[in-house]
């Protein structure tokens, strides 16, 4: 069974900087999907960032220009770079990957901007 363990959350003051990353227990070379999401307190989950293997790259309107997605094959790692964070990137952080017709997701990992 294929599983995704996020790392690289914490807190950090407004304008800092983290870098998520999600370890896939598997070779992330065919991988069709890789996202990440987050889930405020008291908010819906939301879709930050997705690339889609051999298509695009999409970001949330609120993260673009400071948040990129990325992945090293040789790690089996996809991670999200976050820079300028501001107190409403705080949230639950989850990493998502898909082979084929396999979804799988993290259990998240925290990231607290204060302000």
């Known amino acids: 069974q294929v599983q995704v363990v996020e790392s690289g959350g914490g807190l950090v003051q407004a304008g800092g900087s983290l870098r998520l990353s999600c370890l896939v227990s598997r070779s992330i070379f065919t991988i069709n999907a890789m996202a990440w999401y987050r889930q405020a307190p008291g908010k819906q989950r939301e879709l930050v960032a997705n690339?889609?293997?051999?298509?695009?790259?999409n970001y949330a309107d609120s993260v673009k220009g400071r948040f990129t997605i990325s992945r090293d094959n040789s790690k089996n790692t996809i991670y999200l770079q976050m820079n300028s964070l501001k107190p409403e990137d705080t949230a639950v952080y989850s990493c998502y990957a898909r082979f084929g017709a396999i979804s799988i997701w993290g259990q998240g990992t925290q990231v607290t901007v204060s302000s």
């Open positions: 690339s889609i293997s051999g298509g695009s790259t």
